[in-house]
């Protein structure tokens, strides 16, 4: 059997100067496809309450949802690493319930590690959850979970303060024992400091070319939504018009009766109907 991705191989790809492939994953099926397209991390962020199922923001998900999600995800791959959000308020009330979350999302999801947002101020949890033997990335920048005392989805780190604020989040996180961060939206000359001065990976998303590596959500890449593209995002495909194209001209020969056809069909001969008749 072939082993996953671990948090040594992540930090030894820094070392090497070799880029992380990070992507966000939600289901069965796209574990696999995204495995075998050599992605290194498949990530069960908790965006899938937005783009998979249609809530607002990513405020409302669950526990119960991250844990459903990260054992689809577990069971279509077999090497990418498996990483996992804790969702609004899992590790914000105390130290117990940011562990006890934590370990549920690897001992129930089978997830590998799991990410959480904050810097400074939630140091010490990462600490404590690192101290248990739960490994866990960052994430600093844009921080969806806190959007509303944000104000929105802005850049972050844009004057001397707020950068210098940031650079101390990373380094108290890395000091905490984090194996890596996500920079979300930050300019980039600040994220390649950052990136310069830790000795674990950053993980960019919008934050310029000089991360260790990169993510991206999966429905914005595949362009499965139409109606908004974020800046940080480029669309390697437009999927979500041919499947809807593909959907149509399925559903125009349902109501055509020309589907199913023959083909598509199982027939026997007509002897056994005429026994059928007999019998009954």
Not at 67 to 87: E, I, Q, Y
Not at 109 to 123: C, D, F, N, R
């Amino acid at each position: 059997m072939e082993n996953r991705i671990s948090i040594t191989d992540l930090k030894a790809k820094k070392k090497r100067r070799e880029p992380i492939v990070m992507m966000t994953c939600y289901d069965y099926p796209s574990a696999r496809l995204l495995e075998d397209a050599g992605v290194d991390v498949l990530f069960i962020g908790d965006t899938l309450g937005m783009v998979v199922l249609g809530y607002d923001s990513t405020i409302p998900v669950t526990m119960d949802e991250m844990l459903h999600h990260t054992k689809a995800v577990v069971r279509g791959s077999s090497r990418a690493h498996v990483l996992a959000d804790m969702p609004f308020m899992t590790y914000q009330t105390s130290r117990e319930d940011a562990l006890r979350n934590a370990g549920r999302l690897l001992k129930e999801g089978g997830a590998q590690s799991v990410k959480l947002e904050g810097g400074v101020h939630v140091a010490e949890t990462v600490r404590f959850i690192v101290n248990a033997g739960i490994p866990v990335m960052g994430h600093i920048g844009l921080t969806p979970q806190s959007i509303n005392q944000l104000g929105g989805y802005k850049v972050q780190g844009k004057t001397p303060a707020a950068a210098a604020r940031l650079i101390n989040d990373a380094e108290a996180l890395e000091q905490a024992g984090a194996y890596a961060i996500v920079l979300e939206c930050v300019p980039a000359q600040l994220a390649a400091t950052i990136t310069e001065r830790l000795a674990i990976p950053t993980i960019g998303i919008g934050a310029g070319p000089d991360c260790d590596g990169q993510v991206q959500v999966y429905h914005d890449l595949l362009g499965l939504f139409e109606d908004f593209v974020p800046r940080h995002a480029k669309r390697y495909a437009a999927l979500g018009p041919q499947i809807t194209e593909a959907v149509r001209g399925y559903a125009n020969e349902v109501r055509e009766r020309r589907f199913p056809t023959e083909k598509e069909s199982f027939l026997v001969g007509n002897a056994v109907f005429s026994e059928a008749a007999k019998i009954s």
